[in-house]
């Protein structure tokens, strides 16, 4: 199946930014639609945003369109989210998914996890 490591997580002022990244390894990545999804203590998991399989297309959760931004090298095997203007409320551990075929915004749909990257955004 393969393995998804994340990287780049930290610690940041509210209003700064960060550069999270994805590498998989034991796949031919661009046949992966890829995925960041992020969960707060005591809450759910949520999508974050998502990209196709040849990066030409990007989907965003409402919440961090126009502050965040998904990316792809796929002769590097990574996915990147890079974070912008952050927030208190993105505090979060981010995970990257997998899939086959098209992205998805519902993790259910996924089958391929990293086990995250934790950010913290102080105010």
């Known amino acids: 199946q393969g393995q998804l490591v994340e990287s780049g997580g930290g610690l940041v002022q509210a209003g700064g930014s960060l550069r999270l990244s994805c590498t998989a390894s034991?796949?031919?990545?661009?046949?992966?639609?890829m995925g960041w999804f992020r969960q707060a203590p005591g809450k759910e998991r949520e999508f974050v945003a998502a990209i196709s399989r040849l990066g030409v297309s990007t989907y965003y959760n409402d919440a961090v369109k126009g502050r965040f931004t998904i990316s792809r090298d796929n002769a590097k095997n990574t996915v990147y989210l890079q974070l912008n203007s952050l927030r208190p409320e993105d505090t979060a551990r981010y995970y990257c998914?997998?899939?086959?075929?098209?992205?998805?915004?519902?993790?259910?749909?996924?089958?391929?996890w990293g086990q995250g990257t934790q950010v913290t955004v102080s105010s």
């Open positions: 034991g796949r031919t990545f661009s046949n992966y639609a």
């Open positions: 998914a997998a899939r086959t075929i098209a992205p998805s915004r519902e993790s259910s749909d996924y089958n391929a």
